[in-house]
């Protein structure tokens, strides 16, 4: 008794028995149902030609494949595969790559008339043939591929009744209009399954194989990876095994990458990062729906090498799922826009094909932001930036599950978030910006230690690097680290400290000693001032090659009134105030304070400023000035001695809180000229022992103001 085949198949089994025939190979009729009664089976044998010369068939994978994806699509209309022969259909068929379009126009002109038809595109077209086909292919590569362009031709065949077949990988954009709207049936080209594979191989090898394939891997897999694997002269077995290879070896597979457990330096971001992961997981796992994850598409901001691409790959490596990288300037090198928006297209495909998964879009800025653009560009882009919209919503879903965006996380990443168009990061879209801050000296020597790997430097304190690359990027690290390996290699030499610190410094000399130790003063002036007037809470503090720098976290509730603000001044001043007090007037620097709105004074005499115009605390009452008025006032010598008596007032009063606590600073300056760094918890340490004294009570209002 011979096995029945499903039934499902047999048409792609007719296809690829035509196609091994036409493509004059020694190929035998692939299994058929054996049954000679049977319609469909009738059917077939009047389709093929019916080559049974026995041997293997040898049409190449790809094509295949696309027979059998084209005879599943046809056969699942009822009907259609005898009214593409018999009758005057129109169809339209869509591909889920533009590089399809031309493998499926093959398939249909070999296999899906019959011998009687005369199979011509628009260009040939003509209505004095026996029995005319029209078959459309456009896939966005030439400049007539235009709704516009065609239609002519389109309404000549449907006035002789003859078979109108589309095919394209975006119908709307390429295929003739009036084609759209004969058009009876609108088919789409399923994707890949286990057994279209499975067919492919027999097709191409002459039989078929026993082991199942793992479908994970099936869905990764494109029809253009069919023939590095499934040839002819390879086994069955040997096919199946060679495919699983490629697709696993494809990057969206490979995480080479760190997990992002293992990365350091991303600041508030990562825990963004971690949750998204635990979300993933618990889709992946079926016990989250898709709509319950917190962040889905977000904006990653940040400067060039921080690390964002780096980023969303290290998520999908932690959450166990693909990674479908693209970015605008890879959509933007096709020739025309056409090919752009198939590109796009492709890829959110793929990215849907592989869900759940992660969908790197590096760069989005390059679309540009409209509003910034010429008239001419602006077209262009528009077309571009609504295509991306469209997709990302998941309107261009052309699986037909209408599940949109559902199971891709998109990650877009830009180093001029401001650049991003708007319309891009309304709700629904990228609606949450993320922004990775260039990493700070603790985040340092964690991407140092990361790069040198567990037995480089094994047991150095890493601070001394991290301080002297202040300012730098994980990326920056990457490189240094590889310089300075390669250096030590070179001369034949275990690798030291000293080498990483030469090429981050590369011929920049460090701080002299005499200022270092000025500049790690200045610190401890507006740390141990700062804390012990309330106005913030200290995060760490350090000396590097080009100054020095205090973190903080400022404790609003402390600074929100006239004294609060008054001593967020007087903390500000505290860097100067404590050269002065310490030294003397004679070894003040320049660098601590001044200089620029965001230097120590600037920001002092901005809020004094407020005081007297903004907020109402001033000599002005409680009046607040537009900032043009307020600009003028300062032209008022007057006002200007308000502002001016009010720094000095708190500048002396930094100086007396100094001289208190000139120990508590004397102390963390050793320490802090000593190290370089002090975190959090060895600022404490020195802190605890040097309790603070206040110097005089309380914030002092200066009563002559109101005189
Ligand atoms: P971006 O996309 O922000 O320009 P990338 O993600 O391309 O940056 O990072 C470039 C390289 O810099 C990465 O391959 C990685 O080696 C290194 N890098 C960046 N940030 C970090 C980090 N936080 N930890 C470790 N390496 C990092």
């Given amino acids: 008794m011979t096995a029945r085949i499903p039934r499902r198949d047999l048409l792609a089994r007719a296809y690829l028995d035509i196609l091994t025939d036409r493509e004059g190979a020694s190929g035998k009729a692939m299994l058929r149902s054996g049954d000679p009664d049977d319609p469909i089976e009738q059917l077939l044998t009047d389709l093929s030609p019916g080559a049974e010369a026995g041997g293997k068939a040898s049409i190449r994978a790809d094509l295949a494949a696309t027979a059998i994806l084209v005879a599943r699509s046809i056969e699942a209309v009822d009907g259609l595969t005898r009214d593409l022969r018999r009758g005057g259909p129109v169809v339209t068929l869509t591909t889920h790559a533009a590089e399809l379009v031309a493998p499926v126009k093959h398939v249909l002109k070999n296999c899906a008339f019959g011998n009687d038809a005369v199979v011509k595109d628009i260009g040939s077209?003509?209505?004095?043939?026996?029995?005319?086909?029209?078959?459309?292919?456009r896939d966005g590569t030439a400049a007539d591929h235009k709704p516009d362009?065609?239609?002519?031709?389109?309404?000549?065949?449907?006035?002789?009744?003859?078979?109108?077949?589309?095919?394209?990988?975006?119908?709307?954009?390429?295929?003739?209009?009036?084609?759209?709207?004969?058009?009876?049936?609108?088919?789409?080209?399923?994707?890949?399954?286990?057994?279209?594979?499975?067919?492919?191989?027999?097709?191409?090898?002459?039989?078929?194989?026993?082991?199942?394939?793992?479908?994970?891997?099936?869905?990764?897999?494109?029809?253009?990876?069919?023939?590095?694997?499934?040839?002819?002269?390879t086994t069955p077995e040997k096919c199946v095994e060679l495919l699983e290879k490629i697709i696993r070896n494809k990057t969206i597979f490979v995480h080479r990458g760190p997990a992002l457990e293992d990365l350091a330096g991303y600041g508030e971001v990562f825990q963004i990062g971690i949750n998204l992961v635990a979300d993933l997981k618990e889709y992946k796992a079926g016990r989250l729906k898709w709509e319950a994850i917190e962040n889905t598409a977000l904006l990653v901001a940040g400067l060039p090498g921080t690390g964002k691409t780096q980023l969303a790959a290290a998520v999908a490596k932690s959450a166990g799922i693909p990674l479908v990288s693209a970015s605008i300037a890879e959509f933007n090198s096709a020739q025309y826009l056409s090919g752009t928006l198939s590109r796009i297209k492709a890829v959110f495909e793929q990215a849907r094909r592989l869900?759940?998964?992660?969908?790197?879009?590096?760069?989005?800025?390059?679309?540009?932001?409209?509003?910034t653009m010429s008239d001419e560009h602006k077209l262009y882009w528009t077309q571009i930036l609504n295509f991306l919209l469209e997709q990302m919503s998941g309107v261009g879903d052309v699986s037909g599950v209408g599940e949109g965006r559902t199971g891709v996380v998109v990650i877009a990443t830009s180093n001029w978030p401001d650049r991003v168009d708007p319309a891009l990061r309304r709700a629904g879209r990228l609606d949450r910006t993320v922004v990775i801050e260039p990493p700070d000296t603790e985040s340092l020597v964690l991407i140092f230690r990361y790069h040198l790997g567990p037995d480089l430097l094994k047991d150095v304190d890493l601070t001394p690097a991290a301080l002297a690359a202040t300012g730098g990027t994980g990326a920056?690290?990457?490189?240094?680290?590889?310089?300075?390996?390669?250096?030590?290699?070179?001369?034949?030499?275990?690798?030291v400290l000293d080498d990483l610190l030469r090429q981050i410094r590369s011929g920049r000399e460090g701080l002299p000693e005499g200022l270092r130790r000025v500049v790690a003063l200045h610190e401890a002036g507006h740390l141990v001032i700062g804390v012990g007037l309330g106005v913030f809470e200290p995060r760490a503090v350090s000396v590097f090659d080009e100054g020095g720098a205090t973190r903080i976290d400022v404790i609003r509730a402390a600074t929100q009134t006239e004294g609060g603000i008054e001593n967020f001044i007087t903390m500000l001043l505290s860097g100067r105030a404590a050269e002065e007090v310490v030294?003397?007037?004679?070894?003040?620097?320049?660098?601590?304070?001044?200089?620029?709105?965001?230097?120590?004074?600037?920001?002092?005499?901005?809020?004094?400023?407020?005081?007297?115009?903004?907020?109402?605390?001033?000599?002005?009452?409680?009046?607040?000035?537009?900032?043009?008025?307020?600009?003028?006032?300062?032209?008022?010598?007057?006002?200007?001695?308000?502002?001016?008596?009010?720094?000095?007032?708190?500048?002396?009063?930094?100086?007396?809180?100094?001289?208190?606590?000139?120990?508590?600073i004397g102390a963390v300056s050793d320490r802090l000229d000593c190290a370089g760094y002090l975190d959090r918890k060895a600022i404490d340490d020195v802190l605890k022992d040097h309790p603070f004294d206040a110097a005089i009570p309380g914030p002092t209002i200066d009563k002559t103001k109101e005189a």
Wanted: glycine residues 8%; hydrophobic residues 45%; negative net charge.
């Fill in 125 to 137: 077209f003509a209505d004095n043939y026996g029995r005319p086909v029209l078959l459309v292919a």
């Fill in 149 to 233: 362009r065609g239609n002519d031709v389109v309404g000549s065949a449907l006035h002789q009744g003859a078979p109108v077949v589309g095919v394209a990988a975006d119908p709307e954009r390429h295929l003739p209009r009036d084609l759209l709207r004969s058009c009876e049936h609108s088919l789409s080209l399923g994707q890949l399954d286990a057994t279209a594979i499975a067919l492919t191989i027999e097709a191409v090898t002459g039989s078929a194989p026993a082991a199942k394939i793992d479908e994970e891997l099936v869905r990764a897999a494109d029809v253009w990876d069919l023939p590095l694997a499934v040839r002819p002269d």
């Fill in 476 to 495: 920056d690290a990457q490189s240094w680290v590889r310089r300075s390996k390669a250096r030590a290699r070179r001369e034949q030499r275990d690798l």
């Fill in 583 to 664: 030294l003397g007037k004679a070894e003040r620097t320049a660098g601590g304070g001044a200089g620029g709105p965001e230097s120590d004074f600037g920001r002092a005499t901005n809020a004094a400023i407020d005081l007297e115009l903004q907020l109402g605390f001033g000599a002005l009452g409680v009046a607040q000035f537009s900032q043009r008025a307020s600009e003028m006032l300062l032209h008022d010598p007057e006002m200007l001695a308000l502002v001016k008596r009010r720094i000095d007032r708190l500048y002396r009063r930094a100086c007396e809180l100094v001289s208190a606590n000139q120990a508590a």
């Fill in 355 to 371: 869900k759940p998964c992660v969908l790197l879009i590096d760069e989005i800025d390059g679309v540009g932001d409209r509003a």
